[in-house]
């Protein structure tokens, strides 16, 4: 007996399709259904969509409509395939660019665009099994500027004091926007498949931002000028820009450049004079250890599988080094700054403690890297060689 469908006043305008798409899908080709209905427009906008569907369309003597199944909507999907599994554990090796935007696990109808500009398409490229967690934890650790600082603790510090707060908070503003636009290209051109590497990059630029707000406004918390940009510092973070190399330039930026920076807002929070220069570089340090970690966490899973890794990595660090060889490296307002914070005041003796932490904070940055090389696969003689060229910009 053909099955009736009664869509009462329901018309096509009004959804009408939903009721008659649900019974034609469970008849197999060729079966017939019977649909009525009191809306006065249902036989024109019935056929019309039958004829689109390819499905047969008649009128029936004793009233209403005859539906004959057709096979064109089973057709559309039989070139169809599942975008892989949702759960990270079904990761795709090389995702077809085909997949382009769809949902990891989604059934993609064939003949979609290829996204070629997706071109961090390798899972042993982009992934780091580290990747879901790390997104997880940075997701709940965001803060906010405007309730996460008490900005009305800025007490007023000694003019020369207070210079140097302010040198220091416009080179480490430089360094942000580096870091800030260096994760966010690269996140453009990875593959969604990947979504959390994509999802971590997104909040690891979400905090370079805030990193970026933080320090701008703690330097002009009392009314000053912002303090000097030097040529060296800026060719040095300009070679990072130019890394194309995912893995390359996720470990200079993350592994060499914000693990050294690690060691240095561990010193400014160490010898802040007043609590807003401490509570942003504090803020600042906990960000910047995530990032070091999937930095870490994603050439580890490469260096597993890959054994020419740590040469090409050798190789990025020797190019940058014969690129900046000319360049000044840090800026020297700046290191003189982090003397006079550390030193906290204007005598012989008190400079020189302050040029003795400095050196110090040197040599916990050149520990900080030599530990990470190590991690990555390096012996202790080549880790300490390579931790050596790393640019004196510190990123
Ligand atoms: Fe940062
Ligand atoms: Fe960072």
């Known amino acids: 007996m053909t099955p009736r469908l009664d869509l009462e006043a329901l018309a096509f305008t009004s959804g009408a399709h939903l009721l008659v798409d649900r019974a034609l899908r469970g008849l197999p080709p060729g079966a017939r259904l019977r649909v009525v209905g009191a809306d006065p427009a249902l036989g024109v906008h019935l056929r019309a969509w039958c004829r689109a569907r390819g499905h047969g369309f008649a009128e029936h003597p004793d009233g209403g409509y005859t539906l004959t199944r057709g096979r064109a909507d089973l057709q559309r999907w039989a070139g169809a395939e599942r975008a892989g599994r ?10 077809p660019a085909h997949w382009g935007l769809a949902a990891r696990g989604a059934l993609v109808e064939a003949g979609g665009p290829a996204v070629a500009s997706f071109d961090l398409d390798d899972r042993d490229v982009v992934w780091a099994d580290l990747a879901p967690r790390l997104y997880a934890h940075a997701a709940a650790a965001q803060w906010d500027p405007a309730t996460a600082v008490d900005w009305s603790a800025g007490t007023k510090l000694p003019a020369e004091i207070e210079a140097a707060v302010v040198q220091v908070m416009t080179y480490l ?3 942000e926007q580096a870091a800030l636009v260096i994760p966010a290209r690269l996140l453009a051109r990875v593959h969604p498949h990947f979504r959390e590497v994509q999802q971590l990059l997104a909040v690891q630029a979400a905090d370079e931002a805030r990193h970026v707000e933080v320090f701008t406004r703690r330097a002009l918390l009392h009314g000053g000028e912002m303090g000097t940009s030097s040529a060296g510092g ?18 200079l930026l993350s592994v060499l450049g914000e693990g050294s920076f690690l060691a240095l807002l561990a ?24 990032h070091v970690a ?12 890959d054994p020419t890794l740590r040469g090409k990595l050798r190789a990025a660090i020797e190019r940058r080094h014969d690129a900046l060889v000319d360049t000044a490296g840090l800026n020297a307002d700046v290191f003189d700054a982090l003397v006079v914070l550390a030193a ?11 040029h003795r932490a400095v050196a110090e904070l040197h040599r916990a940055m050149d520990d900080g890297r030599r530990q990470r090389l190590a991690r990555l696969g390096f012996p202790p003689d080549e880790a300490a060689e390579l931790s050596a060229l790393h640019t004196r910009n510190f990123m």
């Open 234 to 251: 800026r060719a040095s973070l300009t070679t990072l820009l130019a890394e194309p190399d995912f893995s390359l330039a996720s470990f």
């Open 344 to 354: 906290g005041e204007w005598t012989p003796a008190a400079i020189a403690r302050g």
């Open 294 to 305: 999937f930095g870490v966490a994603h050439l580890e899973h490469q260096a597993a599988l």
């Open 173 to 175: 503003v430089e360094n």
């Open 86 to 95: 949702p759960d990270p554990d079904g990761l795709v090796r090389r995702p």
């Open 267 to 290: 010193f400014l929070d160490q010898h802040a004079p007043d609590p807003v220069t401490r509570q942003v570089t504090r803020l600042a340090r906990v960000d910047e250890a995530r």
